[in-house]
Nanobody, 116 residues
Framework: QVQLVESGGGLVQAGGSLRLSCAVS????????WGWYRQAPGKQRELVAE???????NYADSVKGRFTISRDNAKNTVDLQMNSLKPEDTAVYYC??????????WGQGTQVTVSS
């Protein structure tokens, strides 16, 4: 069974940085698009950033200029560099992958906590 494995979450002070990474457990297919989503307590899951097969990117307004999404097609991985973190960035962050066959996969989530 294919799984997405996330890493890099943790606790950081406001203004700090974290880097999240996500990898496919079995590289048997091509990832067409990647996305990072987050869900804070009591809120709906929301898109943070996404990147297409052509490396076109899209960001939520709340993270523009602070977060950067990047992908490594050879390794089937995606990263999210998060700078200038704010307490309101606190959430569980989820990785999403859409294969070239349009199958959708989700990671298990990684906690990011930003203290003020």
């Amino acid at each position: 069974q294919v799984q997405l494995v996330e890493s890099g979450g943790g606790l950081v002070q406001a203004g700090g940085s974290l880097r999240l990474s996500c990898a496919v457990s079995r590289s048997i297919f091509v990832i067409n698009a990647w996305g990072w989503y987050r869900q804070a307590p009591g809120k709906q899951r929301e898109l943070v950033a996404e990147i297409s097969s052509g490396a076109n990117t899209n960001y939520a307004d709340s993270v523009k200029g602070r977060f950067t999404i990047s992908r490594d097609n050879a390794k089937n991985t995606v990263d999210l560099q998060m700078n200038s973190l704010k307490p309101e960035d606190t959430a569980v962050y989820y990785c999403k992958a859409v294969s070239n066959l349009r199958s959708v996969y989700w990671g298990q989530g990684t906690q990011v906590t930003v203290s003020s």
